[in-house]
């Protein structure tokens, strides 16, 4: 790799002990360790601790998948649900299922044979847990065997650690430390935004100046703000827990509190060890910081869930982009573990290697999945391979044991950004292998080309409606929109890929899956002092911040459009959502299909468009949005929507790429889906608005 972009490697210099390849002596833990879930199980919230969702099950094939029916239905309600999708993938163990629900994120327990509930937790309100903006945004839990003792563990967004006895619903005895808040258990919990505080400069000297610490408040808002957004996940004995900041994209002051993870003895709850993922004075990746920001500012949390190699003893954190999501001119530098992916040995916490994908980031590409693990054959190498998909549309495919890329990743220039006081990254790390998933920008390439008139048309249009810019495009400003009226970026802010649609993988054959869509968001700063929020973290007001929304700026209507009566994004090349199947054994794709259909009567704008009479012309775009996904030994199942607009959970060939099985539910389905086998019945849970739906073949 060019300039630097290279993993680094772990010497005496870097004051760095790491363990790899040998089995770290902890308790025995009776877990689903990948490839695949085993035993019919799904102990972690991605199935497996590789975080693929494969089912290796088969009762459920081509030829019955019309014949599913309902098992029962969970009714989530009381937990507070209302419009949401239900976004906590429940884990499987033993003919029961654990999941968390609702605005307090409830942990609760069910019964596999019929969904009722066998019992139930919630955490006593706190003032630091109504601040959560992701209060709704559990995802899971975590679960690991101790001692011959089943417990769930769960962080919640007053970020708090619970310990739960399986079960009982019990919290675990002499665990962890009691918490100074009326209701708490005396045992089986932990204050983590507590722990998260020591040793950092801001609460140090809030401590000088005579402040306390006050359980039911947390961190003070003028300092900070932390809170939980995906579950722990448990390696080895060790509970791992991540984190999320407030939402950077309604931030308009600069400081916050790191999002550094977390490491806690899953027997006692003792606190193992806490990685800074702003590296202090003296840490590898201080120099990245220019200034004194790193003192003061804070987030790089990882939001999305973790995956992890038990084996080799590592965890993979995926994480965000420092305080604030779109400009970072208080923040000069590479701001390291900003959206990067982080191989920490899960005995000591010490980083075993990293790699940045984007430096300096202003584009809101915070890394929003799990990475996928797998062991693939590349020209004639076995390679254990970490594959991450990302927002920017691009598999950031290396080595999980050394952070080496598998392909060459290559080190290109950017635009540079006009906004005062912004200083960027001159280059960015571009993957060669595989290519893009999805469209990067908007360029010439991607132009629709039936014919040669019809490009030239496209292009035409495209110059003159200013449908044209690079991937990694600056955002612009109040002195320099140029009557645009905001920096168009694509992927936007919601992917490429994103939490909504987890990647998976058949990790047998190597084979991964991967949902995108092609959105782009608009992107404009103001004035920082004309988008402060007095209810925000911080004190010192941002020189620029968004103005709120991501709205696609419009098409000039002054321009004559020669696609009039088609889809706005027609000109470029579709499917505007889809599902993509890459081998990556070699890199290459076998199949791109639509996410599901475009509506009936987009399909029929296009079928009768005059321009387009007698040519080959793809009518089905698809959806925008994503798809929640598992895959078995013979299906890949998909949620998505028909061209009526009705919701199916879809049988997809995993060779072809060919619908095979259709069957309705009641609503849309996002976040995920899950799958296990319970008595020898072959299961698949799809997540709704009213909670859960368990589908399965007729007794």
């Not at 770290?24 to 360790?33: G, K, S, T, W």
């Not at 507070?80 to 327990?109: N, Q």
């Not at 967004?157 to 675990?172: K, Q, V, Y």
């Amino acid at each position: 790799m060019k300039n630097g972009y290279r993993a680094p490697r772990i010497s005496a210099r870097h004051g760095l002990a790491l363990v790899v390849g040998a089995v770290l002596a902890v308790p025995a833990l009776a877990a689903a360790q990948g490839p695949g879930t085993e035993g019919g199980q799904w102990h972690y919230l991605g199935g497996d601790a590789w975080h693929t969702r494969y089912l290796p099950a088969a009762e459920i094939n081509a030829a019955n998948f019309d014949d599913l029916e309902v098992a029962w239905e969970w009714d989530a309600a009381s937990f507070g649900f209302g419009a949401e999708i239900m976004r906590a993938t429940p884990s499987y163990v033993d003919g029961k299922l654990y999941t968390v629900a609702g605005p307090y994120r409830s942990v609760v327990a069910l019964d596999a044979d019929n969904g009722e509930i066998e019992w139930s937790y919630r955490e006593p309100h706190t003032a630091r847990s109504e601040y959560s903006m992701r209060a709704g945004y559990g995802k899971g839990v975590a679960y690991a065997e101790i001692d011959g003792r089943k417990v769930i563990y769960i962080s919640t967004p007053g970020f708090f650690l619970h310990a739960i006895d399986a079960e009982t619903g019990d919290h675990l005895e002499d665990w962890g430390r009691p918490v100074d808040i009326d209701g708490f258990p005396q045992s089986g919990v932990v204050d983590l935004t507590e722990d998260l505080v020591q040793g950092w400069g801001p609460w140090e000297d809030h401590v000088a100046a005579g402040g306390e610490w006050d359980a039911y408040q947390g961190l003070p808002l003028e300092l900070g703000y932390i809170t939980a957004s995906s579950p722990p996940i448990v390696v080895n004995g060790v509970v791992v827990v991540s984190n999320s900041a407030e939402q950077g994209y309604n931030q308009s002051r600069i400081e916050n509190v790191p999002g550094d993870i977390l490491g806690y003895d899953a027997r006692t709850g003792e606190l193992l060890w806490k990685f800074n993922v702003i590296p202090r004075p003296g840490e590898f990746g201080h120099d990245t910081w220019e200034n004194d920001a790193w003192q003061w500012t804070g987030d790089i949390s990882s939001w999305a869930p973790m995956a992890a190699d038990p084996d080799l003893g590592l965890v993979y954190i995926p994480t965000n982009g420092p305080t604030m999501d779109w400009y970072g001119g208080f923040r000069p530098g590479d701001n390291l573990f900003g959206t990067s992916l982080i191989a920490l040995d899960v005995r000591t916490g010490e980083r075993a290697w990293h790699f940045q994908m984007v430096r300096h980031d202003i584009w809101n590409y915070d890394t929003p999945t799990a990475p996928v693990l797998m062991d693939v054959t590349v020209d004639g190498e076995e390679i254990p391979g970490i594959f991450q998909a990302t927002k920017q549309a691009w598999v950031y495919a290396l080595n999980r044991e050394t952070g080496e890329p598998i392909w060459p990743i290559e080190d290109l220039p950017v635009p540079a950004s006009g906004v005062p006081g912004e200083k960027l990254a001159e280059t960015q790390p571009h993957p060669t292998w595989p290519l893009p998933y999805d469209l990067q920008g908007r360029t010439e390439e991607h132009l629709i080309a039936y014919t040669p008139e019809i490009r030239q048309m496209a292009l035409d249009y495209a110059r003159a409606t200013d449908q044209l810019f690079p991937l990694f495009n600056p955002p612009t400003y109040e002195g320099n929109d140029d009557g645009r009226g905001g920096a168009m970026i694509c992927p936007g802010n919601t992917g490429g890929v994103n939490i909504t649609g987890p990647s998976i993988a058949d990790p047998v054959e190597g084979v991964m899956y991967i949902t995108s869509h092609s959105g782009c968001s608009q992107t404009y700063l103001d004035a920082g002092e004309l988008r402060d929020n007095p209810m925000q973290t911080g004190t010192t007001v941002v020189d620029y911040a968004t103005r709120p929304g991501y709205a696609v700026r419009d098409p000039d209507p002054e321009v004559d459009n020669p696609f009039e009566g088609l889809p706005d994004d027609f000109i470029f090349d579709g499917p505007r959502g889809r599902i993509v199947a890459i081998d990556m054994n070699t890199g290459e794709y076998r199949w791109t299909i639509p996410h599901g259909d475009a509506s009936e009567a987009e399909q029929d704008a296009i079928r009768n468009h005059p321009l387009l009479q007698g040519l080959d012309v793809e009518t089905n775009r698809g959806r925008g949005g994503h798809s929640a996904m598992i895959v078995t030994e013979e299906l890949l199942i998909a949620s998505g929507q028909d061209a009526a607009g009705d919701n199916f959970i879809f049988a997809i060939d995993k060779a072809t790429g060919q619908r095979v099985g259709a069957v309705p539910i009641p609503s849309g389905s996002r976040y995920g889906m899950s799958g296990w086998v319970h008595e020898g019945r072959q299961y698949v849970l799809v997540q709704q608005s009213s909670g859960l739906i368990a589908y399965a073949l007729p007794e």
